[in-house]
């Protein structure tokens, strides 16, 4: 079993700056891409960013500039390092794994619970 485990969300001001942690326990054997979504209230869950196991990162271009995404493949982690943020950043931030689990036949897609970011104007 793989669990994505999200933390870092809150409440900022308008301009501040949060960082957004995911990690991925469990069966994990192998890991393909991971990133993160979001879903504002009434709104269709969209892509923000994602990065593969090798190769270039890929960002919506409502966040270009001000969100940059990492991750440290050691500890099966990505992070979300959230600057200027504003207003219509908020969502429901979702941590997003295309991943390989032991006692699999292939890749799949996991998700963790989501984490509330709010920004106050």
């Known amino acids: 079993q793989v669990q994505l485990v999200e933390s870092g969300g809150g409440l900022v001001q308008a301009g501040g700056s949060l960082r957004l942690s995911c990690a991925a326990s469990?069966?994990?054997?192998?890991?393909?891409?991971m990133g993160w979504y979001r879903q504002a209230p009434g709104k269709q869950r969209e892509l923000v960013a994602t990065?593969?196991?090798?190769?270039?990162?890929n960002y919506a271009d409502s966040v270009k500039g001000r969100f940059t995404i990492s991750r440290d493949n050691a500890k099966n982690t990505v992070y979300l390092q959230m600057n200027s943020l504003k207003p219509e950043d908020t969502a429901v931030y979702y941590c997003h794994a295309l991943l390989f689990a032991r006692g699999t036949l292939g890749t799949q897609v996991y998700w963790g619970q989501g984490t509330q970011v709010t920004v106050s104007s």
């Open positions: 469990g069966s994990v054997f192998s890991i393909n891409t």
């Open positions: 990065i593969p196991s090798t190769g270039s990162t």
